[in-house]
């Protein structure tokens, strides 16, 4: 398009944005949480209300909204057929971060006139199902049992569910942005901005680069990383801008010129003249980035586990002031872990989950554990189901001595150390998420930064939740958004961001709103780790296949034999056997070495 302009006027540069050097966009795809998802409707057996034909049969899809239902689509009628196939699927948004209850009427049209009138027509049959459960189905086919509270006999309903792809494409652009012989006394910057509405008098800024000094006459800026959908809306010929900025530390940043251009010219090789120098864009490619949805449907598992705090500043469970005095409606930690468990578990394929806790001294162990395991064994931390999970942490409140300090390392390295187990197993459709919940000030922040930069190359996700009124400060820095952590002891930054921070309180009154705020970085955090581990998704769900977690188990045993190599020959074979048998809370060599001394007895609730 060859539209240029350029200035050192510091008036057209005088633009307040705080640049924060070596920070880069992550990617920025317009469907990165949410996506369409048709329903393809057919029944059997329905039953024949006509008394000279067969019925005529309509489905009605509604969702449940705040209590009511609202219908978000049907399909055609289909004359005279008790087994039928409607063409015309529904459309529904399917959000991760929701439990999306619907329902599903079927009704014999009786008056075509007033098709539209469900109140004319015969109804058949009702059925209702949570969206979601449809994805963990063999080839994401729900078949429904009509209810009728007149008739015990009403047919079936057959979902049948398929990404809906009319949409915009979640594909990544990759570039690398050069300059050369640019003048600047300091470091600059770019911006990229998009046409609205196709105009080439307002732009939209959707790309600010790092800043970048100049090595031997160029400027090389880090390889560029952003969706299509956000950078051009998928049309390649769709208006651009980029502008060149000097950086000024007081925020006054000089615009030194601008360039209006197309993705379509970037392919064909791009140069801009600027400042007796010239900017290029070189490397460019499309990479085809599947969404979150692609690896629902070939059936990945997430693999859920929940921490909780147990540290002396929640206050005794016995005093009704305490976070964990045990009222279900107003205990915070038990309101978090089934709002966000809740969902998370119908993405589990066993939903075994294991259920940890930090900060108290266990049963007959005067010590202090950062990491020990609710139902009594370390070996086996599982339990079935959130209720599960709820059961565990009811039983053992009374049984703990809770004390101090509020680490974190130890919880994020053993789950760190189950999700390396699976990558080097060669296990790659296994995804973790590791619901934390917590209600004080870390102490171990430098320690859990390490383990947290560690796990960033992992097919893992943290979420802290913080509940109680303390000060998360801190947890605000773990999150990552907006300076990515740096670990000292591994000399790099988190290669992505896998850590979500929610204030409970901010949510306290809508279950529903805690629980889409905490999950909804989770898909594309997701998607990062597949893409930048060029795991692409499976085509369809296929039982017995790799994802599934059989090596759970494995990986388990595979810490027993590493505690007993490490006891050494001082301790008694059939103790050490013994006691593993009856089930050890926690790993800690020391804690193992005292109940072996004195004759510990697992108080703790059996693995069931």
């Known amino acids: 398009m060859g539209m240029c302009a350029s200035s050192s006027d510091k008036g057209l540069g005088a633009i307040q944005n705080d640049i924060t050097e070596a920070v880069e966009q992550q990617y920025m795809l317009d469907d990165g949480v949410s996506n369409l998802v048709e329903i393809h409707i057919s029944c059997e057996d329905l039953p024949n209300t006509d008394l000279l034909s067969k019925s005529d049969p309509i489905a009605v899809v509604s969702i449940s909204k705040k209590g009511a239902w609202v219908e ?106 050069e300059g050369n012989g640019l003048k600047s006394t300091g470091s600059l910057f770019y911006k990229l901005l998009r046409s609205k509405d196709g105009s080439d008098k307002e732009f939209i800024p959707v790309y600010q680069s790092e800043t970048c000094k100049s090595d031997s006459g160029k400027h090389k800026f880090r390889m560029l990383r952003m969706g299509t959908a956000t950078l051009f809306k998928d049309d390649e010929n769709k208006p651009l801008q980029i502008e060149l900025y000097e950086y000024k530390r007081n925020g006054t940043h000089v615009l030194k010129g601008f360039h209006q251009f197309t993705f379509r010219e970037c392919l064909d090789s791009f140069k801009w003249t600027i400042d007796s120098g010239e900017v290029r864009m070189k490397n460019v490619e499309v990479e085809k980035r599947p969404a979150f949805l692609d690896y629902v449907f070939g059936g990945i598992n997430i693999s859920l586990a929940v921490a909780i705090d147990f540290t002396g500043s929640n206050r005794s469970p016995l005093d009704p002031l305490s976070l964990h005095y045990y009222d279900p409606n107003a205990n915070q930690y038990i309101r978090a872990i089934h709002s966000v468990g809740s969902i998370l578990q119908e993405y589990d394929t066993d939903k075994n989950i294991p259920v940890l806790g930090f900060g108290a001294s266990l049963p007959y162990i005067s010590k202090i554990s950062h990491c020990f395991a609710l139902n009594g064994n370390i070996f086996a931390p599982e339990v079935h189901t959130i209720d599960g999970v709820l059961g565990a942490y009811q039983k053992n409140l009374s049984k703990l001595k809770f004390s101090g300090p509020t680490n974190f390392a130890h919880i994020i390295k053993y789950i760190g150390d189950m999700a390396s187990f699976y990558v080097s197993n060669n296990m790659p459709y296994n995804y973790f998420v590791l619901l934390l919940l917590t209600d004080g000030i870390i102490s171990d922040f430098e320690e859990t930064v390490d383990e947290i930069v560690r796990c960033s190359d992992l097919p893992l996700s943290i979420i802290i939740v913080g509940v109680g009124n303390e000060d998360f400060s801190d947890m605000d820095k773990l999150d990552g958004d907006v300076h990515p952590l740096f670990s000292s002891k591994l000399n790099k930054p988190m290669s992505r961001d896998i850590v979500q921070f929610v204030p409970f309180k901010k949510f306290a009154h809508d279950p529903e709103e805690l629980a889409k705020q905490t999950l909804k970085e989770l898909p594309k955090q997701l998607v990062d780790y597949m893409t930048k581990t060029k795991i692409n998704p499976i085509s369809h769900y296929m039982a017995g296949a790799p994802y599934a977690s059989s090596e759970v188990p494995a990986f388990f045993q595979s810490r027993q034999v590493a505690l007993q190599s490490s006891l050494g020959s001082g301790a008694s074979p059939e103790a050490v056997k013994m006691l593993l048998q009856t089930g050890f809370p926690c790993e800690d060599l020391e804690s193992f070495r005292i109940a072996l001394s004195t004759g510990y007895t697992n108080t703790l609730i059996a693995q069931s």
Do not use: C, W
């Not at 929701?98 to 109804?123: G, T």
């Not at 078949?143 to 990404?163: D, S």
């Open 72 to 177: 978000v689509g049907r399909t055609e009628m289909i004359k005279d057929n008790l087994s039928p196939k409607f063409v015309k699927p529904v459309l529904i948004k399917y959000l991760f971060e929701e439990k999306q209850f619907m329902k599903i009427d079927l009704y014999d049209v009786d008056d075509e006139a007033h098709i539209n009138d469900l109140s004319r027509h015969d109804f058949l049959g009702q059925a209702e199902f949570i969206l979601g459960n449809i994805f963990k189905e063999k080839a994401q086919t729900l078949k429904l049992a009509l209810k009728h509270n007149k008739r015990a006999k009403n047919g079936f309903a057959i979902l049948q569910a398929e990404q809906h792809k009319a949409r915009l494409s979640s594909n990544v652009v990759k570039m690398m942005i």
